[in-house]
């Protein structure tokens, strides 16, 4: 799936240019299922190529963060939970992690929306509960602005870096392909068996609230 999504997102920036980029970073800032690493590294891959420039590549990227952080913003802002989960469901929202998001956000104020770009999941869900509390639009933007811009420059970093020493990836792709296999293979079973247990839960409470 990854590999599929990968060469997707690859088409649509080498096709778009920095429009494609900062498209693909607004969908990654909304609850829409576009992982920024798998987006990110290829945009440094262009940098190293010399298609894209430092500057336009971070102020792409980064106007793509904001706009996509203020449109799921405004959809906590205006319309509240049931328009977020309505709308959500067509993104492939999960209520539960959004339900996580939101009594983090509850529990640590307005800074979280600069850290959460560091967390998987959370950052494209922080920027509802920040428009469900009616957080301030200006430190809403002035955090997010910071926080994805050092992340996609991190990322971009990367690729930036792995497309100087592709040579001597290349020579370790055999391993570095198994060691992936076994993490894939890991990550699938815990993320089975967690979404297992939570269902059984639910689904329990569920019956016993029948009962009663």
Same mark, same amino acid.
């Given at each position: 799936m990854?590999?599929?999504?990968?060469?997707?997102?690859?088409?649509?920036?080498e096709?778009?240019?920095y429009?494609?980029?900062?498209?693909l970073m607004?969908?990654e800032?909304?609850?829409?299922?576009?992982?920024?690493?798998?987006?990110m590294?290829?945009?440094?891959?262009?940098?190293a190529?010399?298609?894209?420039?430092?500057?336009?590549?971070?102020?792409?990227?980064?106007?793509?963060?904001?706009?996509?952080?203020?449109?799921?913003?405004?959809?906590?802002?205006?319309?509240?939970?049931?328009?977020?989960?309505?709308?959500? $469901?067509?993104l492939?929202l999960n209520?539960?992690?959004?339900?996580?998001?939101?009594?983090?956000?509850?529990?640590n104020?307005?800074?979280?929306?600069?850290?959460s770009?560091?967390?998987?999941?959370?950052?494209h869900l922080?920027s509802?509960?920040a428009?469900?509390?009616?957080?301030?639009?200006?430190?809403?933007c002035?955090?997010t602005?910071?926080?994805?811009?050092?992340?996609?420059? &991190?990322?971009?970093?990367?690729g &930036?870096k792995l497309?100087?020493?592709?040579?001597?990836?290349?020579?370790?792709?055999k391993?570095?392909? $198994?060691?992936m296999i076994?993490?894939?293979?890991?990550?699938?079973v815990?993320?089975?068996?967690?979404?297992l247990? $939570?269902?059984?839960?639910?689904?329990?409470k569920?019956?016993?609230?029948?009962k009663?």
């Amino acid at each position: 799936m990854f590999t599929h999504l990968a060469v997707y997102f690859t088409h649509i920036i080498e096709n778009l240019g920095y429009w494609g980029a900062g498209f693909l970073m607004g969908l990654e800032s909304m609850v829409a299922p576009v992982p920024s690493e798998l987006v990110m590294p290829f945009v440094g891959f262009l940098v190293a190529d010399g298609k894209f420039t430092w500057t336009f590549a971070i102020l792409a990227t980064s106007l793509g963060s904001i706009v996509g952080s203020l449109v799921s913003y405004a959809l906590g802002y205006w319309g509240g939970r049931p328009i977020v989960m309505k709308v959500g $469901r067509y993104l492939l929202l999960n209520e539960h992690d959004l339900e996580w998001t939101e009594n983090w956000f509850a529990r640590n104020g307005s800074w979280t929306i600069l850290v959460s770009r560091f967390i998987p999941v959370v950052r494209h869900l922080i920027s509802i509960p920040a428009g469900l509390g009616k957080m301030k639009l200006l430190p809403f933007c002035l955090y997010t602005l910071i926080g994805a811009t050092l992340w996609n420059t &991190f990322l971009l970093v990367c690729g &930036f870096k792995l497309k100087q020493n592709w040579e001597t990836v290349e020579q370790y792709s055999k391993q570095i392909d $198994r060691v992936m296999i076994v993490v894939v293979a890991i990550a699938a079973v815990w993320f089975v068996k967690t979404h297992l247990a $939570r269902y059984r839960r639910q689904n329990g409470k569920a019956s016993s609230g029948a009962k009663k």
